[in-house]
C-alpha cells in the first residue's frame, strides 16, 4: 500500500514537472518561431521597427526578452536576432529552477522578397 502511494507521488511529480517544462518550452518555440517569421518576411521595415515588433512578440507568448537583452541587425540580405533569457520552471511544487533560453536567427531576405515588398 505505501509502496503504490509513493510511486502515485512519484508519478504525479514526474507529471508535473513534464507539464511545466513543456508549457516553458512551447512558449519558447512559438515565440522564436514568430521571430523568424516576423525576420523572413520584414520588407522595409527598419532594425527598429523590428525590434518594436519582437518586442510585441515577447509580450504575446510571455517570454521575458527586453530591450535590453535583444539585438536586431541588417548585414547586407542577412536580418540577425540574437536574445537569451531566464525563466524560472517550477519542477517540484515549491522549487523553481532558472532555466536559459536563446534565441537566435539569421534569416536571408531574397532580392525578389525585397522588391516586392517595395511599395510603387
Same mark, same amino acid.
Given at each position: 500500500? *505505501?509502496? &503504490? *502511494?509513493?510511486?502515485?507521488? @512519484?508519478? /504525479?511529480?514526474? /507529471? #508535473?514537472?513534464? !507539464? +511545466? %517544462?513543456? #508549457?516553458?518550452? !512551447? /512558449?519558447?518555440?512559438?515565440?522564436?518561431?514568430? %521571430? =523568424? +517569421? &516576423?525576420? =523572413?518576411?520584414?520588407? #522595409?521595415?527598419?532594425? /527598429? =521597427?523590428?525590434?518594436?515588433?519582437?518586442?510585441?512578440?515577447?509580450? +504575446?507568448?510571455?517570454?521575458?526578452?527586453?530591450?535590453? #537583452?535583444?539585438?536586431?541587425?541588417?548585414?547586407?540580405? $542577412?536580418?540577425?536576432?540574437?536574445?537569451?533569457? &531566464?525563466?524560472?520552471?517550477?519542477?517540484?511544487?515549491? @522549487?523553481?529552477?532558472? !532555466?536559459?533560453?536563446?534565441? $537566435?536567427?539569421?534569416?536571408? +531576405?531574397?532580392? %525578389?522578397?525585397?522588391?516586392?515588398? =517595395?511599395?510603387?
Amino acid at each position: 500500500m *505505501i509502496k &503504490t *502511494i509513493v510511486k502515485l507521488a @512519484f508519478v /504525479a511529480l514526474l /507529471a #508535473n514537472a513534464t !507539464w +511545466q %517544462v513543456f #508549457n516553458v518550452y !512551447w /512558449a519558447h518555440f512559438k515565440f522564436s518561431d514568430a %521571430v =523568424q +517569421q &516576423t525576420t =523572413q518576411f520584414r520588407g #522595409n521595415k527598419t532594425d /527598429a =521597427q523590428l525590434r518594436e515588433r519582437i518586442l510585441e512578440l515577447a509580450g +504575446q507568448f510571455d517570454v521575458p526578452v527586453s530591450d535590453d #537583452n535583444l539585438t536586431v541587425q541588417l548585414v547586407d540580405n $542577412h536580418t540577425l536576432v540574437d536574445s537569451s533569457y &531566464t525563466r524560472p520552471v517550477e519542477l517540484v511544487p515549491r @522549487f523553481s529552477y532558472p !532555466w536559459r533560453f536563446t534565441v $537566435h536567427t539569421d534569416t536571408v +531576405q531574397s532580392a %525578389v522578397l525585397r522588391e516586392l515588398s =517595395q511599395p510603387k
